[in-house]
């Protein structure tokens, strides 16, 4: 079982910047790659950034390329997403979730924090 907590979410203006941490116990986190996603009101979730567990690997929307950055830590049990530039059409719950494999679909991923709100306003 891992269990994934999201933080520092927030609100802030058009341009600023956030940067998200997604912390990961329970069993070996080795081997997991780690995904970004973000769900608005009334849209479906979307994948926004993925990194696999050795950092050698990641993927970005292209929505956001450019703009955000996915990172993992040193002892790698914790992965960053680095957002700048900021629109208000990042306003989002985003939520870090883990899967043995790799994709961009929801169902890619079994195990899921339980989100942290970004609110970019105008």
């Known amino acids: 079982q891992v269990q994934l907590v999201e933080s520092g979410g927030g609100l802030v203006q058009a341009g600023g910047s956030l940067r998200l941490s997604c912390a990961a116990s329970g069993r070996t986190f080795s081997n997991y790659n780690i995904g970004w996603f973000r769900q608005a009101p009334g849209k479906e979730r979307e994948l926004v950034a993925a990194?696999?567990?050795?950092?050698?690997?990641?993927y970005y929307a292209d929505s956001v390329k450019g703009r955000f950055t996915i990172s993992s830590g040193d002892a790698k049990n914790t992965v960053y997403l680095q957002m700048n530039s900021l629109k208000p059409e990042d306003t989002a719950v985003y939520y870090c979730a883990a899967t043995p494999g790799w994709g961009t679909l929801v169902d890619v991923y079994g195990y899921w924090g339980q989100g942290t709100q970004v609110t970019v306003s105008s």
């Open positions: 990194i696999t567990w050795s950092g050698g690997s990641t």
